[in-house]
């Protein structure tokens, strides 16, 4: 089905399920979702009858609210700054991973030689372990990337250990009360768009700044824990790049993370550049809700010197109602990046 041109309610409800409010009268609406971080949401509610009486009840972190698009619901996450005004409620919520920037691991953990997905899923399993305000976690496909993991109890907040596991070939995203974990070459296909689809044009880029033929990623200091992908490449040369990631601690796990990082910057990525948010048609023909982060569109341009069909990974989506409409904006990177 095509984008169209949606139009959201939302409610606030709290942590036992019951609603707090419904907020049917909206200014304004904003809502994403972002792969390998914490997505946000705003609404502005014109208060009506004694739905402004409701509205006073709403509290950080005890209530959540939910945002619906055509009756469907897009996003949901705990609210962290109500904000009360003449004639207006301002409501801002972070999606389910916010929860996990205020845990920590409840837990000395070890995972020896486990694959990634495996290692996140038991993070956010200790994160929520305490006291769970509700999360379902749901894997699509393994990483391939396995190796060694320990994590300290009380050391470091729930939320960094999964970004981190993220540059090191792990992808998340959080849909709903849903968090999703999936290897970088995950690309279940989603839609396909053209030049059409995109009213302010599309352009071709080769990314020089990101190549590199060698990759070299150190591990945790203690130990010496390296692991290195690539080399001299006929074409190329010699381009290399170093990074760290403390939190690996033996070198197969070293050698994984090299590869998939290597993997994103040879050869030069050609890519179409949507890097920054650009506006999908109304027409263009792709559901809403499924523009999922890590999920895949296939775009085709010809309008350029270059033309060329890619995969795209969907990294972030925004959309945004007011007075105007609707907006349906996409960020899109080459799949298995």
Known sequence: MPVGCGRHTARVVDRNGALVAQADVLTSVEWTRLLDDTSTASVVIQPERDCCEALSRVRSWRHD??????????????????????????????????????????????????????VAAA???????????????????????????????????????????A????????????????????????????????????????DGASLATRWVLHGAEEGDIKGEAGGIDPYYGLLERVSEETSVLDNGSAAAGARSRLRGAFPAPTFIDTSSETTLSPDASVDVPSLVPGYCVDVTTTTTCRTIAQ???????????????????VQLVPAGV
């Open 65 to 118: 609210l939910q945002i619906f698009r055509d009756g469907q619901g897009v996003w949901e996450g705990p609210i962290v700054t109500p904000t009360w005004r003449l004639g207006a409620v301002e409501i801002q919520a972070v999606d389910v991973l916010g929860w996990l920037d205020r845990r920590v691991p409840h837990d000395d953990m070890v995972f020896p030689d486990t694959d990634l997905v495996h």
């Open 123 to 165: 993070l956010i399993r200790d994160g929520f372990a305490p006291h769970d305000p509700g999360h379902l976690v749901q894997i699509l496909d393994e990483s391939g990337i396995r190796g060694l993991r320990r994590y300290e109890r009380d050391v470091g907040q729930t939320g960094d250990h999964l970004r981190a596991l």
């Open 311 to 329: 995969s795209l990974k969907v990294y972030g989506v925004k959309v945004t109602e007011s007075g105007q409409g609707e907006s349906v904006r």
């Open 167 to 206: 540059e090191t070939g792990l992808d998340y995203t959080a849909v709903g009360r849903r968090i999703l974990l999936m290897g970088e070459d995950h690309c279940e296909r989603v839609g396909t768009l053209t030049d059409a689809d995109f009213p302010a044009g599309l352009e071709v880029s080769e």
